[in-house]
């Protein structure tokens, strides 16, 4: 099985700031990438799908990028809305597996 | 807009079973791949199961393979999941998931809001 591996685990940042979340495949998923985000008893939400590919209705603030066994979320400049935890999944293959998780919170 | 309402959760012992249910509305369910995906409380995302669009093809997750048993009835827009010999490790709140459309059938684009299973003497 792939396994996914996502850090930092928490990053405390501030409204207006630049933030980069990793994650890591044990090989090679090639872009079968997803990020999503998860606030608080909510279900969570697709933002990016083949790595870099923004879900509709998703702000523009929010891209992804890399290839194989890295890749990248970023948010250009952070809201208060986006204070949450977000989450890889790779879909290269079964079984599909996600990240541990990377938590936002207000710094 | 695509609604996804899970139900069948609750309190059951070590070792029992429960079947959860999926009630799909406003698209075709017959046309998607569908998903289980859990999460323990204050964990991590840990996907289940997936079920193609007709039924016939199931994968599992390491971890129910064996247990539980994903399945469909597409005439009631409805996804289930049968879970055997459950385990104190299994509590969580369970969510079904639709996939997208062909390359997306593994991208969860949908959700519903979840159903809490808690195995518990």
């Known amino acids: 099985d792939i396994q996914m591996t996502q850090s930092p685990s928490t990053l405390s940042a501030s409204v207006g700031d630049r933030v980069t979340i990793t994650c890591r495949a044990s090989?090679?998923?090639?872009?079968?990438l997803a990020w999503y985000q998860q606030k608080p008893g909510k279900a969570p939400k697709l933002l990016i799908y083949k790595a870099s590919s923004l879900q509709s209705g998703v702000p523009s603030r929010f891209s992804g990028s890399g290839s194989g066994t890295e890749f990248t979320l970023t948010i250009s400049s952070l809201q208060p809305d986006d204070f949450a935890t977000y989450y890889c999944?790779?879909?290269?293959?079964?079984?599909?597996?996600f990240g541990q998780g990377t938590k936002v919170e207000i710094k | 807009q695509v609604q996804l309402v899970e139900s069948g959760g609750g309190v059951v012992q070590p070792g029992r079973s429960l079947i959860l249910s999926c009630a799909a509305s406003r698209f075709t369910f017959s046309d998607y791949v569908m998903h289980w995906v859990r999460q323990a409380p204050g964990k991590g995302l840990e996907w289940v199961a997936v079920?193609?669009?007709?039924?016939?093809?199931?994968y599992y997750g390491d971890s129910v393979r064996g247990r539980f048993t994903i399945s469909r009835d597409n005439s009631e827009n409805t996804l289930y999941l049968q879970m055997n010999g459950l385990r104190a490790e299994d509590t969580a709140v369970y969510y079904c998931?639709?996939?997208?459309?062909?390359?997306?059938?593994?991208?969860?684009?949908?959700w519903g809001q979840g159903t809490l299973v808690t195995v518990s003497s």
């Open positions: 999944q790779q879909y290269n293959d079964y079984p599909c597996k």
């Open positions: 998931a639709r996939g997208g459309s062909e390359q997306l059938a593994r991208v969860l684009g949908n």
């Open positions: 079920v193609s669009s007709d039924g016939r093809v199931k």
């Open positions: 090989q090679s998923v090639n872009s079968w």
